[in-house]
């Protein structure tokens, strides 16, 4: 994984290419960059996420920012009582009791630093929107940027 701007890009090698490519992931935008040595990729990476923020802007867009912090669980009622009984023992909503839970399964730091890497997922990203933005960027030439009609929208 890369990282930049809080953008995450995950990578990939095409041997019959002999290619990098690479993916933002964690936002319904599709950023792409490739370069054939790790150079060219790490520079690619920067400059899609440079291009795709100058982009949305030059648009007056806000660029989508990669994961919300927000997310819809569903369990048993009785388990969702058992929860807040527990985060009422102590003394913590049950939010911050979750919250403070899931930190310590994945060890992460309140202040937001990692102490352990967790491996990637892989899943690409899903796409409830009618449109999907899609943004390329390749090393060697300038970023465009294109719609895409998605197939699978109503």
Same mark, same amino acid.
């Given at each position: 994984?890369?990282?930049?701007?809080?953008? #995450?890009?995950?990578?990939?090698f095409d041997d019959v290419a002999e290619i990098f490519h690479g993916e933002i992931t964690g936002m319904r935008d599709v950023v792409t960059f490739q370069g054939r040595t790790v150079d060219e990729l790490k520079t690619a990476f920067r400059e899609s996420i440079d291009d795709y923020l100058e982009f949305?802007?030059?648009?007056?867009?806000?660029?989508?920012?990669?994961?919300?912090?927000?997310?819809?669980? #569903?369990?048993?009622?009785?388990?969702?009582?058992?929860?807040?009984?527990?985060?009422?023992?102590?003394?913590?909503?049950?939010?911050?009791?979750?919250?403070?839970?899931?930190?310590?399964?994945?060890?992460?730091?309140?202040?937001?630093?990692?102490? #352990?890497?967790?491996?990637?997922?892989?899943?690409?990203?899903?796409?409830?929107?009618r449109h999907r933005r899609t943004f390329r960027h390749q090393h060697e030439r300038c970023a465009h940027f294109r719609l895409h009609h998605h197939p699978l929208a109503l």
């Open positions: 994984m890369m990282t930049y701007k809080g953008y #995450r890009g995950s990578v990939r949305c802007e030059s648009r007056g867009e806000a660029p989508d920012k990669p994961y919300s912090g927000r997310f819809l669980l #569903r369990v048993d009622p009785a388990l969702h009582r058992h929860l807040v009984e527990l985060s009422g023992d102590e003394g913590e909503s049950l939010n911050n009791w979750i919250v403070s839970r899931l930190q310590s399964i994945v060890g992460t730091h309140r202040d937001g630093q990692t102490a #352990r890497r967790m491996s990637p997922s892989g899943h690409p990203a899903s796409f409830g929107a």
